[in-house]
T-cell receptor, first 116, second 114 residues
């Protein structure tokens, strides 16, 4: 299995709702990422988990809460979002190489989030 | 931190022509440079990558060149086809500091006219 899967594909939520985005990979990768992508812009890094530990938090507002229950799963919990948080949320995974070298990041198809 | 600049922002070529997209980076510690293709509504997909111990890499119609001294790298697509139309992102990452995160360029929208 060489794919990263994400659910749901689309999500519409109100500003008072609580929802979660899910990401799964079965490639044995030990690094997983959340990105936010606005239209016509590059992916913008939010969080990085390395060996199930949060290693990078790009000063993301606390209304976004990541969780890595095990090496195959990554969640993003959403609460009290704002309309400007509407975007495509991409998950990715990679296998860190030896000597801190970098290996290919595989992206999931994304969740298109709309906040009303 | 790392800063990646990408040019041009849009590129239109005739089918069969070549396309070149250029990126510059700021952090001399960067040593991994992937290129991603993103079609409308789809996920970014890696098309080619290069590491700083290599100056050029080719895969069929796609090639990437790296100039570490000048801190720039380029994507070359030859014999372009309409299905090459997409947004292309370059990226760079330093290693050795524990920060295993890509910094992306702003993207180039390539349109191949049939």
């Amino acid at each position: 299995d060489t794919e990263v899967t994400q659910t749901p594909k689309h999500l519409v939520m109100g500003m008072t709702n609580k929802k979660s985005l899910k990401c799964e990979q079965h490639m044995g990768h030990r690094a997983m990422y959340w990105y936010k992508q606005k239209a016509k812009k590059p992916p913008e890094l939010m969080f990085v988990y390395s060996y199930e530990k949060l290693s990078i938090n790009e000063s993301v507002p606390s209304r976004f809460s990541p969780e890595c229950p095990n090496s195959s799963l990554l969640n993003l919990h959403l609460h009290a979002l704002q309309p400007e948080d509407s975007a495509l949320y991409l998950c990715a995974s990679s296998q860190p190489g030896r000597d801190r070298s970098y290996n290919e990041q595989f992206f999931g198809p994304g969740t298109r989030l709309t906040v009303l | 931190g790392e800063n990646v600049e990408q040019h041009p922002s849009t590129l239109s070529v005739q089918e069969g022509d070549s396309a070149v997209i250029k990126c510059t980076y700021s952090d001399s510690a960067s040593n991994y440079f992937p290129w991603y293709k993103q079609e409308l509504g789809k996920r970014p997909q890696l098309i080619i990558d290069i590491r700083s111990n290599v100056g050029e890499k080719k895969d069929q119609r796609i090639a990437v060149t790296l100039n570490k001294t000048a801190k720039h790298f380029s994507l070359h697509i030859t014999e372009t086809q309409p299905e090459d139309s997409a947004v292309y992102f370059c990226a760079a990452t330093p290693t050795g500091t524990g920060r295993r995160a890509l910094t992306f360029g702003s993207g180039t929208r390539l349109q191949v006219q049939p």
